[in-house]
């Protein structure tokens, strides 16, 4: 493998002995090191190579230190940063890198537990950006014309600078779609930061999203805009957000810069793209003066609609067959399917919470599912039954008698029900009788009742389908009959 395949680590350290037997244990487990003991090498090595890890040591900086950090979180790329510093030196880091440190290395350390360190953070930036380069716009499922047109609105999106709103419903996959969109663009190398607005205590939004200072003017914490700085914050439902808040939000919009939280009008400028996601309607918001109407025409100019599944039933099978295909890959289980009926179900269904309930619903389903497929009795109750509605419904609108796969008359539920099937609990003798009997009876007539789909049975008794499968052969009960 050559150089430039390989992942690339950084050293800033002016410890040359050091350097060298980094350099030397960490290239033979397949990284490459480059290292340099100056700040100015160090920005000169960015346009060269892409640099995978950042290794710091300030154990020689001396009374630099503050300036080195500072340059650091100004200057390099969004990678994972290692900082090797004395104990005391621990208050300056935190101040100044607070987003950007990934592990400390507190000295004394030897050596050879530093590499073990630094290569654990290799190991693990390799599989982060194998994650990575599955999300972006061109990998997320579009069959529909619907969502199809959404996408060529979100690519128009990517380089702009200007704010951007998503709408959608619950679970129509707003925060993957934003995600895809920044991990699309030039800053995709840079934080991606989430913040649902709802879920924040209104007295500690203000320190949530603007960060914090104390009297000394040292940061105890940074804030989502500062965590976000050179990439994207994604504001979640921020018509919650207090209007004092909106009128910083909209300050920032307008000058680039933002006022620490409860600080005398200290600013800073931060290059962040803004992206705004909601279920709501927020024109309302602005007619009952609770949201901002500068805000609110700043951040719809440029609105992206993400239609509910329901009205892009055409994705459904892609996005079903994507979901098991996670399921087998986590599972590390041989590749599954779905039977034409369980995809007829599934695509009849009108999920009203859309993709998040679709997920879920493909990840029970494949948990129960025998021989690798999963069929009609195998999805969740209320799927299966309307798909059953669904099914008699089109069959007696065009007078064709509803048949069983065994060529039987498919009878409702209610029409098994007359009085041979109703199950005494008292014997003739005047005594309660058996468990054993009345269990017996009760399997029995689940299985007339929900024609053996054994899935529902199962559900419907309230036991394992092991379980049941293990009473019928113990009760000897015709599954056929």
């Known amino acids: 493998m050559s150089s430039n395949d390989r992942t690339n680590l950084l050293i800033i350290d002016k410890d040359h002995e050091q350097c060298k037997f980094l350099k030397l244990n960490i290239e033979e487990r397949g990284y490459n090191v480059i290292f340099v003991n100056s700040l100015e090498q160090c920005f000169n090595i960015f346009t060269d190579y892409k640099i995978d890890v950042i290794f710091i040591s300030l154990i020689k900086f001396d009374d630099d230190q503050e300036i080195v950090s500072k340059h650091i979180i100004e200057r390099i790329p969004c990678v994972p940063v290692i900082i090797q510093t004395q104990q005391s030196d621990l208050r300056l880091l935190i101040c100044s890198l607070y987003n950007r440190i990934n592990r400390f290395c507190f000295a004394p ?7 073990d360190s630094i290569c654990s953070v290799l190991e693990s930036r390799i599989f982060t950006s194998i994650q990575d ?85 040292y940061m105890r914490y940074p804030g989502k805009f500062v965590e976000a700085k050179g990439g994207a914050l994604l504001l979640e439902e921020a018509h919650s957000l207090p209007l004092t808040i909106q009128e910083k939000i909209f300050q920032f919009i307008e000058t680039g810069k933002i006022e620490y939280g409860n600080s005398c009008n200290t600013t800073t400028s931060l290059d962040v793209r803004l992206i705004f996601s909601t ?7 602005v007619d009952n003066q609770t949201f901002l109407k500068e805000l609110y025409y700043k951040i719809s100019a440029f609105s992206i609609h993400i239609p509910a599944l329901r009205d892009r039933r055409e994705d459904i099978p892609a996005l079903a067959q994507f979901f098991l295909n996670c399921f087998c890959m986590q599972h590390k289980v041989k590749n599954m399917s779905f039977s034409e009926g369980a995809l007829s179900a599934l695509t009849t269904y009108n999920w009203p919470d ?49 048949m069983t796969e065994k060529g039987q008359i498919f009878s409702h539920s209610n029409d098994v029900l007359d009085s041979k099937h109703i199950i005494n609990s008292i014997g003739q003798n005047n005594e ?29 008794l309230g036991i394992g389908r092991s379980t049941l499968y293990r009473k019928i052969k113990e009760y000897n009960i015709d599954v056929n009959s």
């Open 354 to 402: 859309n993709i998040l309930e679709l997920e879920n619903t493909i990840l029970q389903s494949a948990m129960i599912a025998e021989d690798f497929q999963i069929g009609e009795d195998d999805l969740p109750s209320l799927i299966f039954w309307k798909q059953k509605e669904n099914t008699r419904k089109k069959l007696k609108d065009s007078n064709v008698v509803p």
């Open 133 to 217: 380069k599955v999300l972006s716009l061109d990998s997320l499922i579009a069959v529909s014309s619907t969502m199809i047109q959404t996408l060529n609105l979100a690519r128009r999106s990517v380089e702009c600078v200007t704010p951007l709103m998503i709408e959608g419903e619950v679970g129509t996959g707003k925060k993957t779609l934003a995600y895809a969109i920044h991990a699309s663009g030039s800053h995709a190398s840079f934080p991606f930061i989430t913040l649902n607005c709802q879920n924040i205590d209104p007295n500690k939004i203000e320190n949530v999203l603007f960060g914090d200072l104390d009297l000394q003017g």
């Open 432 to 460: 309660i009788r058996r468990l054993f009997d009345v269990e017996e009876e009760m399997i029995t007539l689940a299985i007339q009742l929900y024609r053996g789909h054994m899935s529902e049975i199962a559900r419907r």
């Open 279 to 285: 279920r709501n309607n927020w024109r309302k918001k």
């Open 109 to 115: 350390l030897s050596k050879e537990q530093m590499v």
